[in-house]
T-cell receptor, first 117, second 112 residues
Framework: GAVVSQHPSWVICKSGTSVKIECRSLDFQATTMFWYRQFPKQSLMLMATSNEGSKATYEQGVEKDKFLINHASLTLSTLTVTSAHPEDSSFYIC?????????????FGEGSRLTVL | AQSVTQLGSHVSVSEGALVLLRCNYSSSVPPYLFWYVQYPNQGLQLLLKYTTGATLVKGINGFEAEFKKSETSFHLTKPSAHMSDAAEYFCAVSVGFQKLVFGTGTRLLVSP
């Protein structure tokens, strides 16, 4: 069945560096993908909607310049955390709508845990 | 604006006991409601969803939920808990085309 895959699963980086997280839809195309952030023991907060071939739509309060999103193809969206700082440490999860009707399932990636030292 | 409230950050049950995880929603339009499960360090897996039609929805792993409009609730139940059910459970409501707002989650603990 349809699957969404993220890479890397874990990443540790130094403060001030940039980190790229990839989200791929396997076996189906996704013109839209969603990026969520999850703090420890908290819920998922929608960060932005990634749109293939156009700019991402960011939720209120999310820094566009810090969290760069690129949706270069129908199967790949990337999230780049620029100039990362310890407060950016979190669990980042992407999702893509299943190739079905409205109200259909969202498929979630395995998540990427970012630790900034 | 649409939102969901999950009552109880932690629920503890014994293996074989009834599981009841509570979710109340707020929505200005007929809601689409979802329950997802998250195992440690993993993404989310859909348990079940309500869009239209039958108000009692059956999902995977023996879970079911009932949409009650009068109570604005969508509680998740399972007749008999299994150790493998221990996980974090999230209720969510659709706020637009395939965009979801999640509740704060309920951690289910299952003891032998």
């Amino acid at each position: 069945g349809a699957v969404v895959s993220q890479h890397p699963s874990w990443v540790i980086c130094k403060s001030g560096t940039s980190v790229k997280i990839e989200c791929r839809s396997l076996d189906f195309q996704a013109t839209t993908m969603f990026w969520y952030r999850q703090f420890p023991k908290q819920s998922l907060m929608l960060m932005a909607t990634s749109n293939e071939g156009s700019k991402a739509t960011y939720e209120q309060g999310v820094e566009k310049d810090k969290f760069l999103i690129n949706h270069a193809s129908l199967t790949l969206s990337t999230l780049t955390v620029t100039s990362a700082h310890p407060e950016d440490s979190s669990f980042y999860i992407c999702s893509a709508p299943s190739p079905g009707p409205r109200g259909g399932e969202l498929f979630f990636g395995e998540g990427s845990r970012l630790t900034v030292l | 604006a649409q939102s969901v409230t999950q009552l109880g950050s932690h629920v503890s049950v014994s293996e074989g006991a009834l599981v009841l995880l509570r979710c109340n929603y707020s929505s200005s339009v007929p809601p689409y409601l979802f329950w997802y499960v998250q195992y440690p360090n993993q993404g989310l897996q859909l348990l079940l969803k309500y869009t239209t039609g039958a108000t009692l929805v059956k999902g995977i792993n023996g879970f079911e939920a009932e949409f009650k409009k009068s109570e604005t609730s969508f509680h998740l139940t399972k007749p008999s808990a299994h150790m493998s059910d221990a996980a974090e459970y999230f209720c969510a409501v659709s706020v637009g085309f395939q965009k979801l707002v999640f509740g704060t989650g309920t951690r289910l603990l299952v003891s032998p």
